[in-house]
Nanobody, 120 residues
Framework: QVQLVESGGGLVQAGGSLRLTCAAS????????MGWYRQAPGKQRELVASITDGGSTNYADYLRGRFNIFRGAGMNIVALQMNSLKPEDTAVYYCAAGRQRVITPDWRYWGEGTLVTVSS
């Protein structure tokens, strides 16, 4: 089992920045990819960004350039730097971890989420 704990959410004005952090613990050898999803009110959960243990990253196209995912030396810390935030970025952000497959990751573990609210 892997436990994921998010932190760093909160209220920010449009144009501001936030950094979310996800701390992973447990059987870290069982995961080789971590990522962030978000779910806005009334919408489906969507991928924000992911990063493998080799450092390969993947972003939602419409977020590329504003958001940046990076990790610590091991798969125990993953952060999401969010810049130029917009009100439409308001959502609960979830940390996820799993195994990378050929096309998409097999997301096995989820955090409880952290709320990001962007005011206009």
């Amino acid at each position: 089992q892997v436990q994921l704990v998010e932190s760093g959410g909160g209220l920010v004005q449009a144009g501001g920045s936030l950094r979310l952090t996800c701390a992973a613990s447990g059987m870290l050898g069982s995961i080789n990819v971590m990522g962030w999803y978000r779910q806005a009110p009334g919408k489906q959960r969507e991928l924000v960004a992911s990063i493998t243990d080799g450092g390969s990253t993947n972003y939602a196209d419409y977020l590329r350039g504003r958001f940046n995912i990076f990790r610590g030396a091991g798969m125990n810390i993953v952060a999401l730097q969010m810049n130029s935030l917009k009100p439409e970025d308001t959502a609960v952000y979830y940390c996820a971890a799993g195994r990378q497959r050929v096309i998409t990751p097999d997301w096995r573990y989820w955090g409880e989420g952290t709320l990001v609210t962007v005011s206009s």
